[in-house]
């Protein structure tokens, strides 16, 4: 054993010694290796952020699990008279009646979603989690980043080597209790760029002795017995399915109704639940809603009801519903004026207009920040704009307001690959650790960093971006 830790050491030792140009292409060709290379921008190295910043996610796994574990008994108890009723009325707005139908079940009451992924933006006076996702992409490639870059740096990587792996297996085997599962990922046509990334991480699996495929819907075989899939030339039972596809595509699904009439007859487990209400970025406007604070300090308790004070940014319902002569929107104000009305809003100046709107869930626009504007960079027409669309479409897909935060300057080193050579570029970070619900616990499993140009005020995995994992160490703060 010592012979071989000695030689292991030795490995390091060489890898870690390599210039940053090999580092970079070493972990370029892993992630080719391992299909999830997506052309972003490759780091020579993780990015480092201080230990008490990293103490502090660490920490943060379990006070989000609570608030969705609250978020749920809320409307639950919304739905009985317990809450104010218009709790369950704002997250049910704009979802067909037989999801909301099913998500109320008794059976499915106590089912919560079992990856917790917050998107992180670090400012110069701490951190914010600007929303929270449930069904994140990125698991594989963070699994695929942390195995490339442990080679190079070892256990100073967050979640070391097999981090990810282990952490979604230990989750999906908690729903079942069965010691070796049949884990099927169904990752919808709408969600095909991340099929390759579900894919390595069902291969990891299987080589690592689970049994674990990537599959697409109209795949799956249903029987009043079960749901299968077809192996070569027989057909596999499936315990748990994790369900990659978003709630508001189940229309365009095949056989989506079969997945739903399985679960419900307990046929197979399936993860994240068909729950649209906790995926809903409105959760964050009902948190800090001033009638539901004591709700909250009763369910989380002061210490965690005040962390998610601090890293919750602001949040507003954008209602049209009429607002009494003397009434004012609670903690909104345009620089020190309270806000009575949306419209008021339009009229606020660039500097006082630091406000995001975006869609709250339920919507082909609620993700990958396709639906999300940004107040301060846009001209007031534009601006008065998408307030007037975001009230027309409340109906149907109800927007938020959002305090907008600037993360702070911090640097990254990455390839150039016209040149070949190394290119520095100050710019934001976005971190987005992801958290396992496995068994009795929440464990952190790594960490996606992306860094973006100053020029960006929206901080995701484009091209010109760098995408790295975080490590402990010195923060790359400038």
């Not at 008490?52 to 609250?70: C, N, Q, R």
């Not at 599959?215 to 369900?243: C, M, Q, W």
């Not at 616990?441 to 140009?453: E, F, P």
């Amino acid at each position: 054993m010592v012979i071989i830790s000695t030689e292991m050491d030795i490995v390091k030792e060489v890898l870690t010694a390599k210039t940053p140009v090999e580092r970079c292409l070493h972990v370029k060709e892993n992630l080719i290796k391992d299909g999830v290379y997506l052309h972003w921008r490759v780091s020579p190295e993780p990015f480092r952020i201080g230990e008490d910043e990293l103490s502090f996610i660490e920490s943060l796994g379990a006070p989000l699990y609570l608030f969705y574990k609250a978020s749920n008994k809320l409307y639950y108890e919304s739905i009985h008279g317990r809450q104010p009723e218009w709790v369950s009325r704002y997250l049910d707005q704009g979802k067909p009646q037989a999801i909301v139908d099913y998500a109320r079940m008794n059976r499915m009451k106590g089912l919560l979603p079992g990856v917790i992924r917050p998107d992180i933006i670090l400012t110069d006076d701490g951190m914010v989690a600007t929303e929270l996702d449930s069904v994140p992409g990125g698991i594989g490639i963070t699994g695929s980043l942390g195995m490339a870059y442990s080679t190079l740096f070892g256990d100073k990587v967050v979640g070391d080597e097999n981090g990810m792996i282990h952490g979604f297996t230990n989750m999906l085997k908690a729903t079942v209790h069965i010691p070796d599962p049949v884990i099927a990922i169904v990752v919808s046509e709408e969600s095909r760029d991340y099929r390759p990334e579900m894919e390595w991480m069902a291969g990891v699996i299987r080589k690592n002795g689970g049994r674990a495929h990537t599959i697409r819907p109209e795949d799956i075989l249903f029987t009043e017995e079960g749901l299968f899939f077809a192996e070569g030339e027989k057909r596999e039972r499936i315990d748990v399915l994790y369900r990659f596809y978003e709630l508001f595509d189940l229309k365009n699904i095949p056989k989506a109704e079969l997945m739903m009439y399985s679960t419900k007859k307990k046929a197979v487990s399936v993860t994240p639940p068909f729950k649209p209400f906790l995926e809903e970025k409105l959760l964050y406007a009902l948190f800090h809603h001033p009638l539901l604070r004591r709700y909250w300090l009763e369910e989380l308790g002061e210490e965690v009801f005040s962390i998610l004070c601090k890293i919750f940014p602001a949040t507003w319902i954008l209602d049209p519903a009429d607002m009494p002569p003397y009434g004012i929107i609670p903690g909104l104000k345009m620089g020190e004026r309270p806000v009575a009305r949306w419209r008021d809003l339009a009229e606020t100046t660039q500097s006082e207009r630091e406000f995001v709107i975006k869609p709250s869930g339920f919507s082909e626009l609620a993700w990958g920040s396709r639906g999300v504007v940004v107040g301060h960079d846009m001209p007031r027409e534009g601006w008065s704009a998408a307030i007037d669309k975001a009230l027309l479409d409340f109906d149907r897909t109800p927007y938020i307001l959002q305090e907008y935060y600037r993360g702070r300057h911090v640097g990254a080193d990455y390839l150039d690959e016209t040149t070949g050579e190394m290119k520095k570029m100050t710019g934001r970070a976005r971190l987005c650790p992801y958290y396992f619900v496995e068994g009795e616990g929440v464990k952190l499993r790594g960490i996606m960093a992306t860094l973006c140009s100053l020029e960006q005020k929206l901080i995701h995995g484009m091209e010109d971006a760098v995408i790295t994992v975080v490590a402990g160490g010195c923060s790359r703060r400038l």
